[in-house]
């Protein structure tokens, strides 16, 4: 029977050191979909992001915005955006302490201060993508989630407004805000069910914490050796480095690679 495979970005198909993608993960995934597999993405990039680094028309889907965007064959499958109360609480909250965040569209990445800013480049630069416009009025666009420039640790201090909302850090410096009920698992289930699979079908490769989720769900779950402590707990199986052909060595345990 064939199966569907989910694989991360960053971290996980993304090499954190080097930026780039093994070859080793790439014959991975031609190995799959030669095999007639279901191949597909699930990232907290958004379009841009994504396309930075790989074709839309190699997956069979691509999983947006940590789960609040998911497209197939450059379509809009299903898309979930916060509320403009929501946008407004916590827009209000950084501006009120002076800190420096930012949004993403299904296509673009704004930020809340115009021009080069220090905070910004930390992140930018951390996972090599594309830097953050500015418009005044960013914040009417319909947001899939939002990005604090900041130390990870000022989240305590927003603690009330932010607590209906999920948060992952990048580590002491940043954090991504989402919805609390969207996430990657949430859209992986809506692939499960669209392509008719079961959830032993499911071997899904991550490396972060909001990846958590998504490897609970599957029915293998697959973290990477430079995983998180989250992420490898949560996880059925640990492989090596994204670096040291993790996805690759991982498929060969599991004997889709001979």
Do not use: W
């Not at 198909?13 to 014959?27: C, E, G």
């Not at 201060?113 to 910004?120: L, S, T």
């Not at 930390?122 to 594309?130: L, Q, S």
């Not at 005044?136 to 407004?161: C, G, S, T, W």
């Amino acid at each position: 029977m064939k199966k569907l495979f989910v694989f991360d970005i960053d971290g996980t198909l993304v090499d954190p050191i080097t930026h780039q993608i093994p070859d080793s993960a790439f014959k991975a995934m031609d190995t799959l979909k030669n095999e007639g597999h279901i191949v597909g993405i699930a990232t907290g990039r958004n379009k841009s992001q994504f396309q930075k680094v790989l074709e839309e028309s190699y997956f069979d889907f691509i999983i947006l915005c940590n789960g609040g965007y998911i497209e197939m064959n450059n379509e809009v499958f299903h898309k979930e955006v916060f509320s403009e109360n929501d946008k407004q609480k916590i827009g209000k909250a950084f501006n009120d302490n002076g800190y420096v965040f930012g949004t993403t569209t299904h296509e673009k990445l704004y930020a809340s201060v115009e021009g080069a800013n220090d905070n910004i480049s930390k992140v930018i630069n951390k996972f090599n993508v594309i830097y953050p416009s500015y418009h005044p009025n960013f914040l009417d666009f319909d947001v899939f989630q939002f990005m604090a420039y900041e130390k990870a640790d000022i989240r305590h201090e927003l603690a009330e407004e932010l607590k209906d909302f999920d948060v992952f850090t990048y580590g002491s410096f940043g954090f991504d805000i989402c919805l609390k009920h969207v996430n990657k698992a949430f859209a992986v289930k809506q692939m499960i069910k669209y392509f008719n699979k079961e959830v032993n079908d499911v071997y899904v490769f991550g490396d972060a914490d909001n990846d958590v989720e998504n490897l609970k769900l599957a029915g293998t779950g697959i973290a990477l050796g430079n995983a998180s402590k989250k992420a490898k707990e949560a996880a059925d199986y640990v492989t090596s480095d994204v670096g040291e052909d993790g996805i690759y060595n991982a498929l060969v345990h599991f004997g889709f690679i001979k």
